[in-house]
């Protein structure tokens, strides 16, 4: 269980309602500088711990305009945040997404625009989002096997994939970072492996546990920890931790002679939550303070009132909803967040 620490004072003279100057403060005294936006909640691929084979998607009107994307994002900036992730589904699918990403990428005090992606779409793309001020990029990949490529995506293309890590590379991005989905018996014995096109490839990677959302079964058959993937590593590589930060929950080890860092992001094992510095906004409008957890704020009809002040009000006050943390571990066998990873935006 995680424990339920007292709330402490945050830096500055806080309001009741999370604001703290220009800044946002959570009632246990944790900035939040990083907002998660998911533009999308389609995807061209149909990965099997991500959502249902036979998905139902967001009828149109249910999803946020670009236009009310770029209003929420200026939102946030004008509040302190200065790291923002455009997510999805695949956000690159999203029709006219590289207006938005211009768009934030001119935006004053955002210094840290990223973007998550499938990668099947970056040999077309990543030379506008370089253009565009995109700064790094995140490219799931969790095998490197087309075969077993297509059976975790159900349709997906690994070539597009290689191709779309060759053209960020040209277009000049640094530091792009792959995330492999930890799961036994489906790609476990290519841990190595993707470490070694990794460093071959002067990526980064992450390990990620795998998360219990959405109504998917059998995961507590398919997890593993970080602690199990460092062992399998240390067999084939000697691993230096280190103390360096992407701004999010990965933590990162080295080996020697290499650029590449090596990261585990460990929602199960070793949660991040008690210097959590960041929030989810769904391609629906729907705030969510904690991945793991159900409380919402709904912005999308505030976005429709056409009233920033309100809108404004409502992210600080979704600082006083913003939980300690979760507990994945307990919700292995019976998720309590239903809604699936793709809905949520990464």
């Not at 084979?53 to 302190?80: H, N, Q, W, Y």
């Not at 159900?154 to 060759?166: E, T």
């Not at 640094?174 to 470490?195: A, H, I, P, Q, S």
Request: aromatic share 6%; hydrophobic share 35%.
């Amino acid at each position: 269980m995680i424990p339920t620490p007292p709330v402490v004072a945050a830096p500055g003279t806080e309001t009741p309602t999370g604001q703290s100057g220009n800044t946002l403060i959570d009632k246990y005294g944790r900035r939040v500088s990083y907002l998660r936006l998911s533009i999308t909640d389609r995807c061209d691929f149909r990965c099997t711990y991500c959502m249902a084979e036979e998905m139902t998607f967001l009828p149109r009107d249910e999803v946020m305009s670009l236009e009310e994307c770029l209003r929420i994002a200026k939102v946030f900036v004008g509040l302190g945040v200065n790291k923002l992730r455009i997510t999805g589904g695949e956000p690159l699918v999203r029709k006219d997404a590289m207006w938005l990403i211009e768009q934030l990428g001119a935006l004053p005090g955002l210094d840290n625009l990223v973007l998550t992606t499938n990668g099947s779409q970056l040999e077309r793309f990543a030379a506008p989002l370089r253009a565009a001020g995109v700064k790094r990029l995140n490219i799931s990949l969790d095998t490197l096997r087309p075969e077993r490529f297509r059976a975790i995506t159900r349709i997906g293309d690994i070539n597009k994939v290689f191709n779309g890590i060759a053209a960020a590379r040209q277009a000049g991005f640094r530091r792009t970072k792959l995330n492999t989905v930890m799961m036994r018996g489906t790609n476990d014995d290519e841990f190595v492996e993707l470490v070694r096109f990794s460093l071959a490839n002067e990526l980064d990677i992450s390990f990620i546990e795998e998360m219990p959302l959405g109504d998917i079964q059998g995961r507590n058959q398919t997890y593993i920890s970080s602690e199990e993937a460092r062992t399998i590593l240390g067999q084939h590589f000697e691993l230096t931790p280190c103390d360096e930060s992407s701004g999010g929950p990965a933590r990162y080890w080295r080996i020697a002679g290499h650029e590449s860092r090596i990261g585990f992001i460990s929602p199960h094992s070793h949660n991040f939550c008690d210097s959590c510095n960041r929030v989810r906004v769904t391609a629906q409008g729907e705030l969510h303070p904690c991945l793991g957890q159900n409380d919402v704020m709904h912005l999308l009809p505030i976005l429709r009132g056409q009233n920033d002040t309100d809108l404004r009000q409502a992210i600080i006050d979704s600082m006083g909803i913003k939980p300690f943390g979760h507990d994945f571990s307990q919700q292995l066998e019976t998720p309590q967040v239903v809604r699936f990873m793709s809905m949520t935006g990464g």
